[in-house]
C-alpha cells in the first residue's frame, strides 16, 4: 500500500487508512437499499483495479468529474504505475495487491479494468468483500466463467455491470428509441463493424495469447458489437450461425466476420479487424426495417413516405461532449442509479446469451461449418 498523503509504503504501519474502487443495465428483481452506502451523504465510494489504458482515458476522468463518487484506490500489479496514476488524480491510496485495496480502503464498488483473464477472479474477489462490481468487458472467458460470475452475485447480492459502453451513446439511444417506438418497422437486417490498426507487435502481449485474451479481433471488437445488435434487436434467438477468421501473431485473429439468421427472420453480420490500413478508425452499425432504416456514426434515419425515403434524424442527439468520454460518463450513471435502486438491477443473462453465442461463431469456424447455437 501507498499512501499519498503520509507516504506509506507497503509493509508499514499507516498513520490512517483510505479507500479505493468499481460498474451496467436493465431487467430484474432485488434493488439495493440506500443503507448500502457507508456514508452518510451518500456519496459513492470507488476503487479502481488495473492502471491500465482504459483507466487512465475513460474511467478516472468520468469519476473525478462525479460529485456524488469518491475515488479511495487505485490497485495495479505495477504499484509505481499506480502510484504515479493516484498522484495525477489526487487518489490518496494506491496499492498492488487486490486484497489490500478491499480490506484497507472498503469501497462501496469497484471498476475491474485488468487484462480479460483476471476479470472473473477480480469479480468474484469484490464480491466477496461486499462490493459492487462495474467490469470491463468481457464479464469472463466463456459462458461457464459468466455462469460462476452470477452465481456469485446472487450470493453476494450486489450489482455486477458489464461495461458495454456503446449501449450508452447518444446516436445509439436515439436508435434505439425509434426501434422501440416500431417507427422503422419490424427489423429485418443488422449490418455492423470496426477496423481499427493495431500493429503486430504493439500493445500489452496478453491481447494476442488466447488463453489470456479469450481471442483475437472477433473477441475484442465482435463483442461489444454484437452485444448492440442484439440489445438494439430485442435479444432475438439466433438459429444459424457461421464464423470466418484469419489468424495473426500468437495464435488469435487479426481479421474475423460472422452472420447470425435469427428465427424471426433477422439476420446479423460482423465484420472486424486489427489491420485496417486506412485513414481512420472506422465503426458503424446499420438497422433496415420494414418501415425504415438507421445508422450509427453517424446518426441517420431515414422512414419511408409516400414512396420516398425521408431523412427523419433528430437533432441534437448528439452534444459537445466526445462520444466516447459522453459513453462512460452515461455508464456510471447508470451504474449509480443501480446501486441506488433507482433503475432496474443490469441482467447478465444477456452476457451469458452473448458468450454462448461468441463460442459458436469460434466454433463454426474452426469446424468450417454453420453450426446451431
Same mark, same amino acid.
Given at each position: 500500500?501507498?499512501?499519498?498523503?503520509?507516504?506509506?509504503?507497503?509493509?508499514?504501519?499507516?498513520?490512517?487508512?483510505?479507500?479505493?474502487?468499481?460498474?451496467?443495465?436493465?431487467?430484474?428483481?432485488?434493488?439495493?437499499?440506500?443503507?448500502?452506502?457507508?456514508?452518510?451523504?451518500?456519496?459513492?465510494?470507488?476503487?479502481?483495479?488495473?492502471?491500465?489504458?482504459?483507466?487512465?482515458?475513460?474511467?478516472?476522468?468520468?469519476?473525478?468529474?462525479?460529485?456524488?463518487?469518491?475515488?479511495?484506490?487505485?490497485?495495479?500489479?505495477?504499484?509505481?504505475? =499506480?502510484?504515479?496514476?493516484?498522484?495525477?488524480?489526487?487518489?490518496?491510496?494506491?496499492?498492488?495487491?487486490?486484497?489490500?485495496l478491499l480490506s484497507?480502503?472498503?469501497?462501496?464498488?469497484?471498476?475491474?479494468?485488468?487484462?480479460?483473464?483476471?476479470?472473473?477472479?477480480?469479480?468474484?474477489?469484490?464480491?466477496?468483500?461486499?462490493?459492487?462490481?462495474?467490469?470491463?468487458?468481457?464479464?469472463?472467458?466463456?459462458?461457464?466463467?459468466?455462469?460462476?460470475?452470477?452465481? =456469485?452475485?446472487?450470493?453476494?447480492?450486489?450489482?455486477?455491470?458489464?461495461?458495454?459502453?456503446?449501449?450508452f451513446r447518444s446516436?445509439?439511444?436515439?436508435?434505439?428509441?425509434?426501434?422501440?417506438?416500431?417507427?422503422?418497422?419490424?427489423?429485418? =437486417?443488422?449490418?455492423?463493424?470496426?477496423?481499427?490498426?493495431?500493429?503486430?507487435?504493439?500493445?500489452?502481449?496478453?491481447?494476442?495469447?488466447?488463453?489470456?485474451?479469450?481471442?483475437?479481433?472477433?473477441?475484442?471488437?465482435?463483442?461489444?458489437?454484437?452485444?448492440?445488435?442484439?440489445?438494439?434487436?430485442?435479444?432475438?434467438e439466433p438459429s444459424?450461425?457461421?464464423?470466418?477468421?484469419?489468424?495473426?501473431?500468437?495464435?488469435?485473429?487479426?481479421?474475423?466476420?460472422?452472420?447470425?439468421?435469427?428465427?424471426?427472420?433477422?439476420?446479423?453480420?460482423?465484420?472486424?479487424?486489427?489491420?485496417?490500413?486506412?485513414?481512420?478508425?472506422?465503426?458503424?452499425?446499420?438497422?433496415?426495417?420494414?418501415?425504415?432504416?438507421?445508422?450509427?456514426?453517424?446518426?441517420?434515419?431515414?422512414?419511408?413516405?409516400? =414512396?420516398?425515403?425521408?431523412?427523419?434524424?433528430?437533432?441534437?442527439?448528439?452534444?459537445?461532449?466526445?462520444?466516447?468520454?459522453?459513453?462512460?460518463?452515461?455508464?456510471?450513471?447508470?451504474?449509480?442509479?443501480?446501486?441506488?435502486?433507482?433503475?432496474?438491477?443490469?441482467?447478465?443473462?444477456?452476457?451469458?446469451?452473448?458468450?454462448?453465442?461468441?463460442?459458436?461463431?469460434?466454433?463454426?469456424?474452426?469446424?468450417?461449418?454453420?453450426?446451431?447455437?
Open positions: 500500500m501507498w499512501n499519498a498523503e503520509w507516504g506509506v509504503g507497503k509493509g508499514e504501519a499507516p498513520g490512517r487508512i483510505g479507500s479505493v474502487c468499481r460498474s451496467y443495465h436493465p431487467d430484474s428483481a432485488f434493488r439495493i437499499p440506500h443503507s448500502a452506502f457507508s456514508n452518510a451523504r451518500m456519496s459513492l465510494r470507488v476503487g479502481v483495479i488495473g492502471a491500465g489504458a482504459i483507466s487512465q482515458v475513460a474511467h478516472l476522468p468520468v469519476l473525478s468529474r462525479m460529485e456524488d463518487v469518491s475515488v479511495v484506490g487505485v490497485c495495479d500489479n505495477d504499484l509505481p504505475k =499506480a502510484q504515479a496514476l493516484a498522484r495525477r488524480f489526487a487518489i490518496r491510496n494506491a496499492f498492488d495487491d487486490i486484497e489490500d484497507y480502503t472498503k469501497p462501496d464498488a469497484v471498476v475491474v479494468c485488468t487484462p480479460n483473464h483476471l476479470h472473473e477472479v477480480h469479480i468474484s474477489t469484490s464480491l466477496a468483500a461486499g462490493a459492487h462490481v462495474l467490469c470491463e468487458r468481457p464479464l469472463a472467458l466463456s459462458a461457464a466463467g459468466v455462469e460462476r460470475i452470477i452465481a =456469485a452475485q446472487e450470493r453476494a447480492k450486489r450489482i455486477v455491470m458489464v461495461g458495454m459502453n456503446h449501449r446516436d445509439v439511444q436515439a436508435v434505439r428509441e425509434f426501434v422501440r417506438r416500431g417507427e422503422l418497422g419490424q427489423i429485418k =437486417a443488422i449490418r455492423a463493424g470496426w477496423y481499427l490498426f493495431r500493429p503486430s507487435r504493439s500493445g500489452p502481449d496478453w491481447r494476442r495469447r488466447r488463453a489470456e485474451s479469450g481471442g483475437g479481433a472477433l473477441f475484442d471488437l465482435g463483442l461489444p458489437l454484437l452485444d448492440l445488435a442484439m440489445w438494439l434487436a430485442g435479444m432475438p444459424q450461425v457461421t464464423g470466418s477468421i484469419s489468424r495473426g501473431e500468437g495464435g488469435v485473429e487479426d481479421l474475423g466476420c460472422a452472420l447470425m439468421v435469427c428465427r424471426d427472420g433477422l439476420s446479423i453480420f460482423l465484420d472486424v479487424s486489427w489491420r485496417h490500413m486506412g485513414e481512420a478508425e472506422r465503426f458503424w452499425v446499420d438497422l433496415t426495417g420494414a418501415k425504415g432504416a438507421a445508422s450509427v456514426s453517424p446518426l441517420r434515419v431515414f422512414k419511408e413516405a409516400h =414512396a420516398t425515403p425521408i431523412n427523419v434524424t433528430p437533432t441534437g442527439a448528439a452534444g459537445r461532449e466526445n462520444a466516447f468520454t459522453a459513453s462512460y460518463r452515461s455508464e456510471w450513471a447508470y451504474f449509480l442509479a443501480a446501486v441506488q435502486g433507482r433503475v432496474d438491477e443490469p441482467d447478465l443473462g444477456e452476457q451469458l446469451v452473448l458468450q454462448r453465442l461468441m463460442g459458436t461463431i469460434y466454433r463454426s469456424a474452426e469446424e468450417g461449418r454453420d453450426v446451431a447455437p
